[in-house]
Nanobody, 119 residues
């Protein structure tokens, strides 16, 4: 069974870069043909797909966040990382990492981590 675990700071100051890591166990992030994604849920709102990195290393981003988002991976550690720059309080959310067989449709998801943007 695939398990995903998010890690990173729970508090980020405005204008800084949010950085989160997802550690995957029970499966390799290079296995054909999966995507490894980040989604978030702001308080009182629905899930928002942010982007993904494919088994091949190709990346895909939500158009609304593309200018501020970067997803990378460390295959030696079976981890992938989200960086979101120039954060504002509107980026406060629970952030999840997930595995997708089809972009935008997760079959496994981490438990989520709360990130608050505040000075």
């Amino acid at each position: 069974q695939v398990q995903l675990q998010e890690s990173g700071p729970g508090l980020v100051k405005p204008s800084q870069t949010l950085s989160l890591t997802c550690t995957v166990s029970g499966g390799s992030i290079t296995t054909n043909y999966y995507y490894w994604s980040w989604v978030r849920q702001p308080p009182g709102k629905g899930l928002e797909w942010m982007g993904a990195i494919a088994y091949s290393g190709s990346t895909y981003y939500s158009p609304s966040l593309k200018s501020r988002t970067s997803i990378s991976r460390d295959t030696s550690k079976n981890q992938f990382t989200l960086q979101l720059s120039s954060v504002t309080p509107e980026d406060t959310a629970v952030y999840y990492c997930a595995r997708e067989r089809i972009l935008g449709t997760a079959d496994y998801r981490g438990q989520g981590t709360q990130v608050t943007v505040s000075s």
